[in-house]
């Protein structure tokens, strides 16, 4: 678009749910997804961290979630989540150095993070390279999709799912195929996100509810981001709960 003279205008940037499928899909590796997060920035905010300190802190567990923390009880909790900077992220906002340093400190020394916020999962990918991340689905869907049955949504967090696309796709396929799930992704990229931290309107949410339903026959949603849950019974009038505690219909 540069080379055209064109520019993306600010506007048309704030349908983008930051659902990373566009990252995963562009064949020479362009992440768009990037671009967008950066635009308004003055500087790259997803500049890798490049201290190469010793991992002693074990597993750390980033989730601000009741329901998260009691099932991975085996893990370390990280008390700063990091919420205020994956909305920073989403919305375009500078993020000061010093607050993303500190956000950061405890997480280096971690040998694997678990993270439940999908755009979160995507920024640690940049910024800690050399450390192994892992989403609640990849950790929780081998173990309970037996209870999965058809009439489920599959929720998954998008930005987490593409951002490590290669590795987590044979994990979900093998957890839905032939059991009549639908997903919120439909493993050919394509992604929609219910909540995105932008134009979080009930309006934009009943669209978004409207495309994921079109043509599906669903009775219960599971959602792997269990701050998910509330709106998406709310949008859809249909029970949902996190993956984590998944019960036969
Ligand atoms: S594919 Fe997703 S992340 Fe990429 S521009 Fe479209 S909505 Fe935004």
Not at 4 to 11: D, G, K, L, M, N
Not at 51 to 56: F, H, N
């Amino acid at each position: 678009m540069d080379q055209r003279q064109q520019s993306i205008e600010a506007r048309q940037l704030t349908y983008c749910t930051l659902c990373g499928a566009c990252d995963a899909a562009c064949p020479i590796g362009l992440r768009p997804m990037q671009t967008i997060l950066a635009q308004g920035q003055k500087e790259n905010m997803l500049e890798p961290f490049a201290a190469r300190a010793p991992k002693t802190g074990g597993e750390l567990l980033l989730s601000p979630n009741k329901a998260v923390r009691r099932s991975f009880s085996q893990s370390q909790w990280v008390d700063d989540c990091g919420i205020d900077i994956a909305k920073a992220l989403a919305n375009g906002d500078s993020i000061d150095s010093q607050r993303l340093q500190q956000f950061i400190a405890p997480l280096v020394l971690a040998s694997q993070i678990v993270v439940s916020d999908g755009l979160l999962y995507y920024a640690l990918r940049h910024w800690l390279p050399n450390t192994p991340l892992v989403t609640l689905a990849e950790r929780l869907l081998p173990k309970l999709h037996h209870h999965l049955q058809a009439g489920d949504l599959l929720l998954l967090d998008p930005p987490a799912f593409h951002a490590n696309y290669d590795y987590l796709l044979p994990i979900v396929q093998q957890a839905t195929r032939h059991k009549g799930v639908e997903l919120n992704l439909d493993l050919q990229r394509l992604a929609v996100s219910l909540r995105s931290y932008r134009l979080d309107t009930k309006a934009a949410l009943r669209a978004r509810w409207q495309w994921l339903s079109l043509h599906h026959t669903i009775n219960r949603i599971i959602c792997e981001n269990p701050d998910e849950t509330t709106i998406a019974a709310a949008v859809s009038g249909l029970p949902a709960l996190w993956l984590g505690d998944l019960e036969p219909l």
